[in-house]
């Protein structure tokens, strides 16, 4: 045990100085708080490729290898988009719009939905076939959602304060928008406490935010656990943002002594300031049968695969459990592609921290588990037992299981598949759910109805529901109800660049299949193979154009990125 006195003076230095500045930012103009953000833009696009690399290199792979496309997508790209929607908005707030486009909410069915995405004509472009919808619980009204939206730029400002962020140990880009969200949609200043997993994105952090740190606006602060509840207990810290595990927030809630259920069931937290997180779960992916062809198979073998092997399964959002049809002719031929895509792809290695103890016990379990890419990924291809170490909590690695469900017809089976996922797997931040347009048309009304009793922040149809994530204008977080006493997946929304209050869920929708084949399965769209699958051949390069187009965009960048995302 180490019983070194902890040194808070640079802790206390960094809170000292973010207090005396909070006000300044609290009442920065907006005229300010854009050409901010357009200036960060120069500073993303001039460090992508070092950024990139920076991941790269400490999960142990050459910056040049295929496996660097997840680098360029959870990094450098996803920190541009997210300041492009921000400032998509602010700017029309600057010019005396409303945030929403009036058509953009409406009423359908008694319940209000908000377009969000795409919200521009480059998007249109960029993400043919691509849209997001978020959806208001019941009783909340278009008026409403209208008149709340950005609130604070619209006389209804946050007070001034100070904001800690608990950064993220898996994606690079993650710490750096919650900064962002705290700064902008809640005015608070920011000490960011850095993930020791990826302390080494600091100094690139440090370089991007520069003139925020320079206006006292900003600190970013290493350390481990005893830095952080340091931090979570510090009279100077007004709110706290946490992404990680629910573990993670219950030490911080209830600490990690012989009291802490105690004070779980007392409600007598030794933290009790505002307090929101995103801490996962074991994510879905359903699979509804239809009738598809040969290459619906191998791209959708490929999406799958995706979901769980991008960055190894170190991601809070990975599908940890593929949801298939028991009586469905597919599901073995779906399976066996799945098979094909694990076989080829490169080796690499597990890298967070646990990676191999978790994987052990999944290997414990399942002695029958297939192994693919020298040992680094596991398919469990047939769970029975509720009670599974697959289905009972986050694996957070390389390991997929399979369970089989009844159902004769899609509206028996997606009935059954969202049972199972609302009650029997643990957390509610997202789901992917995959159905070939003409199934959906012929039960657009089960459909309809499945996506609304799933109980997810995020729910992706025909698209990894991550993609939300990427997004910047789509909420981000868990589905609403969580208790600090029941964390789950977290409670609170991040990203969210329109700012909506009262928020169930958001909706991402993609093309079943890519062009020029979309146009024959019923989901017509300009989008080629995504460039963020695992598969795509192109797709680190693809990205890289897509980051310099976003952080400055234009007519004439438009055809290297085409010619890119075409021969991936």
């Not at 990203?495 to 084949?517: G, I, Q, S």
């Given at each position: 045990?180490?019983?070194?006195?902890?040194?808070?003076?640079?802790?206390?230095?960094?809170?000292?100085?973010?207090?005396?500045?909070?006000?300044?930012?609290?009442?920065?103009?907006?005229?300010?708080?854009?050409?901010?953000?357009?200036?960060?833009?120069?500073?993303?696009?001039?460090?992508?490729?070092?950024?990139?690399?920076?991941?790269?290199?400490?999960?142990?792979?050459?910056?040049?290898?295929?496996?660097?496309?997840?680098?360029?997508?959870?990094?450098?790209?996803?920190?541009?988009?997210?300041?492009?929607?921000?400032?998509?908005?602010?700017?029309?707030?600057?010019?005396?719009?409303?945030?929403?486009?009036?058509?953009?909410?409406?009423?359908?069915?008694?319940?209000?939905?908000?377009?969000?995405?795409?919200?521009t004509g480059w998007d249109r472009l960029l993400l043919s076939g691509?849209?997001?919808?978020?959806?208001?619980?019941?009783?909340?009204?278009?008026?409403?959602?209208?008149?709340?939206?950005?609130?604070?730029?619209?006389?209804?400002?946050?007070?001034?304060?100070?904001?800690?962020?608990?950064?993220?140990?898996?994606?690079?880009?993650?710490?750096?928008?919650?900064?962002?969200?705290?700064?902008?949609?809640?005015?608070?200043?920011?000490?960011?406490?850095?993930?020791?997993?990826?302390?080494?994105?600091?100094?690139?952090?440090?370089?991007?935010?520069?003139?925020?740190?320079?206006?006292?606006?900003?600190?970013?602060?290493?350390?481990?656990?005893?830095?952080?509840?340091?931090?979570?207990?510090?009279?100077?810290?007004?709110?706290?943002?946490?992404?990680?595990?629910?573990?993670?927030?219950?030490?911080?809630?209830?600490?990690?002594?012989?009291?802490?259920?105690?004070?779980?069931?007392?409600?007598?937290?030794?933290?009790?300031?505002?307090?929101?997180?995103?801490?996962?779960?074991?994510?879905?992916?359903?699979?509804?049968?239809?009738?598809?062809?040969?290459?619906?198979?191998?791209?959708?073998?490929?999406?799958?695969?995706?979901?769980?092997?991008?960055?190894?399964?170190?991601?809070?959002?990975?599908?940890?459990?593929?949801?298939?049809?028991?009586?469905?002719?597919?599901?073995?031929?779906?399976?066996?592609?799945?098979?094909?895509?694990?076989?080829?792809?490169?080796?690499?290695?597990?890298?967070?921290?646990?990676?191999?103890?978790?994987?052990?016990?999944?290997?414990?379990?399942?002695?029958?588990?297939?192994?693919?890419?020298?040992?680094?990924?596991l398919l469990v291809p047939d769970i029975a037992d509720h009670d599974?170490?697959?289905?009972?909590?986050?694996?957070?690695?390389?390991?997929?299981?399979?369970?089989?469900?009844?159902?004769?017809?899609?509206?028996?089976?997606?009935?059954?598949?969202?049972?199972?996922?609302?009650?029997?797997?643990?957390?509610?931040?997202?789901?992917?759910?995959?159905?070939?347009?003409?199934?959906?048309?012929?039960?657009?009304?089960?459909?309809?109805?499945?996506?609304?009793?799933?109980?997810?922040?995020?729910?992706?149809?025909?698209?990894?529901?991550?993609?939300?994530?990427?997004?910047?204008?789509?909420?981000?977080?868990?589905?609403?109800?969580?208790?600090?006493?029941?964390?789950?997946?977290?409670?609170?929304?991040?990203?969210?660049?329109?700012?909506?209050?009262?928020?169930?869920?958001?909706?991402?929708?993609?093309?079943?299949?890519?062009?020029?084949?979309?146009?024959?399965?019923?989901?017509?769209?300009?989008?080629?193979?995504?460039?963020?699958?695992?598969?795509?051949?192109?797709?680190?390069?693809?990205?890289?154009?897509?980051?310099?187009?976003?952080?400055?965009?234009?007519?004439?960048?438009?055809?290297?990125?085409?010619?890119?995302?075409?021969?991936?």
């Open positions: 045990m180490n019983n070194t006195p902890l040194d808070t003076a640079a802790l206390d230095h960094a809170l000292r100085e973010l207090r005396e500045n909070a006000a300044s930012w609290a009442a920065a103009p907006l005229a300010e708080r854009i050409g901010l953000l357009e200036r960060l833009m120069p500073g993303i696009r001039d460090g992508a490729a070092e950024l990139a690399a920076a991941g790269a290199h400490a999960k142990g792979y050459s910056p040049d290898s295929p496996w660097a496309t997840e680098d360029w997508a959870g990094g450098p790209w996803a920190l541009a988009q997210n300041v492009s929607a921000r400032l998509h908005v602010l700017r029309r707030i600057a010019a005396g719009q409303d945030p929403l486009p009036t058509r953009a909410v409406h009423e359908h069915g008694g319940r209000t939905r908000v377009d969000v995405f795409p919200a691509y849209s997001a919808q978020v959806r208001m619980p019941p009783g909340t009204t278009a008026e409403q959602v209208r008149e709340r939206a950005a609130g604070q730029y619209r006389g209804r400002p946050e007070p001034a304060g100070v904001a800690l962020v608990l950064g993220a140990g898996n994606v690079a880009a993650l710490t750096a928008v919650d900064i962002l969200h705290k700064l902008y949609a809640e005015s608070q200043v920011v000490v960011a406490k850095m993930n020791p997993v990826n302390a080494y994105l600091r100094p690139h952090f440090e370089r991007i935010f520069a003139e925020f740190t320079e206006r006292g606006w900003l600190r970013f602060v290493d350390g481990g656990p005893a830095e952080g509840a340091y931090l979570t207990t510090h009279d100077d810290v007004d709110s706290i943002h946490v992404t990680g595990s629910d573990r993670t927030h219950d030490a911080i809630t209830w600490g990690t002594d012989d009291r802490a259920e105690q004070r779980r069931r007392d409600d007598q937290p030794l933290v009790d300031k505002p307090f929101t997180s995103e801490l996962g779960g074991v994510s879905p992916c359903i699979v509804v049968p239809g009738k598809w062809s040969t290459a619906d198979f191998r791209f959708q073998a490929e999406h799958i695969v995706t979901s769980k092997m991008n960055n190894s399964g170190h991601n809070c959002i990975a599908s940890q459990v593929l949801v298939l049809p028991r009586s469905w002719a597919g599901t073995e031929r779906l399976l066996d592609e799945i098979r094909k895509v694990l076989c080829e792809l490169p080796a690499r290695s597990d890298y967070y921290p646990g990676a191999d103890r978790r994987l052990a016990a999944v290997r414990e379990a399942h002695p029958e588990a297939e192994s693919y890419g020298d040992g680094c990924r599974d170490v697959l289905l009972s909590g986050e694996v957070f690695a390389s390991a997929l299981g399979v369970v089989r469900l009844p159902g004769e017809t899609p509206a028996e089976f997606l009935g059954n598949a969202a049972d199972f996922a609302n009650d029997t797997l643990p957390g509610t931040l997202g789901a992917t759910l995959i159905i070939h347009p003409a199934t959906e048309r012929a039960h657009r009304a089960v459909v309809e109805a499945a996506i609304a009793d799933l109980r997810y922040g995020t729910l992706g149809v025909n698209c990894w529901s991550a993609v939300g994530f990427l997004l910047g204008y789509t909420p981000w977080g868990a589905y609403p109800g969580n208790t600090r006493q029941a964390i789950g997946s977290g409670i609170g929304f991040v990203n969210n660049a329109f700012m909506l209050e009262d928020v169930e869920k958001t909706v991402v929708r993609a093309p079943f299949a890519p062009a020029p084949r979309g146009l024959f399965t019923g989901s017509p769209s300009l989008s080629p193979r995504p460039p963020y699958f695992v598969t795509n051949r192109t797709g680190r390069t693809t990205l890289r154009r897509v980051t310099g187009f976003t952080t400055a965009p234009g007519i004439t960048r438009l055809p290297a990125v085409f010619a890119s995302a075409l021969r991936g």
